[in-house]
């Protein structure tokens, strides 16, 4: 007996454990976690539009980064700016070493809209001597501006920093080469990276460059002077001032600086209060924009309909009805027929154009043609136009009738009585001749 009481227990256990805590009576759908990528297109947007509630692309806006991943939430995208990366290639960067430097700034490419209109890149190469490897004008794309830092060699022994800075503020940031002016609000950025304490002077040199409007970024490896990189860089330190212990790991700081050039994406945040459209500004703000049909009411959120018709920008060649919800369509005067561009009108009926010209009725041919006719008991006239009555007609040609008989028979009198006196004449003549031959014969 004492053998079996394991199977016992096993067979008793599920009985003996507690059961498991009830399931809710209606379940919703297991959660999940959305991520939104930047530049996909929502509802009826783009990058740059977006519908209420949410919205548009972004501006410049400088700081250490956003709270709570702010970029996968996709309320920010990288700001246009004129950037120029600073590299150290001397003798102490080893090879292995200026590869992950070039890793280092294709990477922090790779996170910016990079364009002609977006953010250009330049590069310069130092040690003894300065290089500009290319200039801001030079690559409008990531590709062939990652081939370009892909092909930058080392170039020889010597830190000097100073010089380096002077170059980019006088060569690189010059409208000539590619950076664009302060009317445009582009900022003007350079990050510097070095591993050395730099061979001249960087103190002056970068605080010409600061008062410029140049903002400087100072990322130190290893040996680096931490007191070096402080002169160099821009205030708040904390926030333009980074340190890595080796090469093999500065790789990691392109996240920071991917945050570090996020511009917050205001409308995205559905904090703007925009009724219809929220749009982004390059200066990091937003405005209100409204549906076609709408007008912006002067508090610049909210939207009106607007009267297309009463403002004459309806495009209708005849007539503007106005509809509900800011809306309108167009319709033809009497006698025209909407054409398919639903704007303009051409004749369908010239009857009822009114200017046909028939005393009584007007009958359409086609949409070109007509002629007249006229009421019961009237006849057409000889116009084609007017009518007269039927009785009327008949009286004028009765009239016509008995005048014609009256003036024929005031001929023929006419006629007869001069006959009558010719007869006359001519018998007394006859006479005459008779008694002048009788008289003659008797003599």
Not at 25 to 52: E, I
Not at 151 to 176: C, D, H, N
Not at 374 to 396: H, M
Request: hydrophobic share 35%.
């Amino acid at each position: 007996m004492p053998r079996r009481l394991p199977g016992l227990l096993l067979l008793l256990w599920p009985l003996l454990l507690p059961p498991p805590p009830a399931a809710p009576a209606n379940p919703g759908p297991p959660a999940r976690t959305v991520f939104r990528r930047l530049g996909t297109l929502g509802p009826r947007g783009s990058p740059g539009r977006h519908p209420a509630p949410a919205a548009p692309t972004g501006a410049p806006y400088l700081g250490a980064g956003l709270p709570g991943g702010a970029r996968g939430a996709g309320v920010c995208k990288s700001r246009p700016l004129d950037l120029v990366f600073i590299i150290d290639s001397s003798r102490s960067v080893r090879p292995l070493e200026f590869t992950k430097v070039k890793t280092f700034v294709s990477r922090i490419i790779d996170t910016l809209d990079i364009g002609e209109a977006n953010t250009r890149v330049a590069v310069v190469n130092y040690a003894s001597t300065v290089k500009i490897e290319f200039h801001l004008q030079d690559h409008s794309d990531k590709q062939s501006l990652k081939q370009a830092v892909g092909r930058i060699t080392p170039l020889s022994t010597g830190t000097m920093s100073g010089l380096a800075i002077q170059t980019a503020m006088e060569e690189a940031f010059t409208v000539e080469a590619g950076a664009r002016g302060p009317s445009s609000n582009i900022p003007k950025v350079a990050i510097i990276v070095t591993d050395g304490r730099p061979q001249d002077q960087v103190n002056d040199v970068a605080a010409r460059a600061r008062a410029s409007g140049i903002e400087l970024y100072a990322v130190g490896v290893g040996r680096a002077d931490m007191e070096s990189l402080k002169m160099i860089a821009s205030e708040p330190l904390d926030e333009h001032v980074f340190y890595v212990e080796t090469y093999g790991v500065i790789e990691k700081l392109s996240s920071r600086f991917q945050e570090t050039f996020c511009a917050i994406d205001k409308c995205a945040l559905n904090t703007h209060g925009c009724e219809h459209i929220c749009v982004n500004d390059r200066t990091g703000s937003y405005h209100c924009e409204c549906y076609e049909g709408y007008t912006l009411n002067e508090d610049r959120k909210t939207c009106s309909a607007q009267d297309q018709c009463a403002s004459g920008t309806h495009g209708c060649q005849h007539l503007c009805v106005s509809d509900r919800a800011g809306s309108h369509h167009c319709e033809c005067y009497e006698g025209y027929a909407l054409n398919e561009d639903k704007k303009t009108c051409s004749v369908r009926d010239k009857c009822a154009l009114g200017s046909h010209g028939c005393q009584h009725i007007c009958v359409s041919d086609g949409a070109a043609s007509y002629h007249c006719d006229c009421y019961t008991g009237f006849t057409l006239n000889e116009d084609k136009k007017t009518c007269s009555a039927v009785e009327e007609a008949r009286r004028l040609i009765s009239t016509e009738d008995t005048c014609g008989c009256e003036a024929t028979l005031a001929f023929q009198d006419k006629v007869s009585s001069y006959l009558q006196r010719l007869n006359t004449k001519i018998d007394d003549i006859l006479a005459k001749l008779q008694a002048n031959e009788y008289g003659q014969i008797h003599r």
